[in-house]
């Protein structure tokens, strides 16, 4: 059974930091690509940063320069730390592993990240 589980949401004032952590098991870790998204109310889920089973990495380009995503496979987790959020950062965040097959896709649970002074 695939279980993505992220940890590490909360609240804190703007400017601060936060480090999301992902932990996923029932995959083999090293050949998923694995991504971070974020979702408000009414919106569309969107990505925040990915990095592919290569170490490479994406942003989007609100959190270009303040989000920094990485993986650790030893330990089959991946990471987001988050420095100068801002209130526009509030959304739950979502733990995604993109693996290569199609239909090899997983979503963890959530987890809410608040910005507010």
């Known amino acids: 059974q695939v279980q993505l589980v992220e940890s590490g949401g909360g609240l804190v004032q703007p400017g601060g930091s936060l480090r999301l952590s992902c932990a996923a098991s029932?995959?083999?870790?090293?050949?998923?690509?694995m991504a971070w998204y974020r979702q408000t109310p009414g919106k569309q889920r969107e990505l925040v940063a990915s990095?592919?089973?290569?170490?490479?990495?994406n942003y989007a380009e609100s959190v270009k320069g303040r989000f920094t995503i990485s993986r650790d496979n030893a330990k089959n987790r991946v990471y987001l730390q988050m420095n100068s959020l801002k209130p526009e950062d509030t959304a739950v965040y979502y733990c995604?592993?993109?693996?290569?097959?199609?239909?090899?896709?997983?979503w963890g649970q959530g987890t809410q990240v608040t910005v507010s002074s």
């Open positions: 995604n592993a993109d693996g290569p097959k199609i239909g090899l896709d997983y």
């Open positions: 029932g995959i083999i870790f090293s050949f998923y690509a």
């Open positions: 990095i592919t089973s290569g170490g490479s990495t």
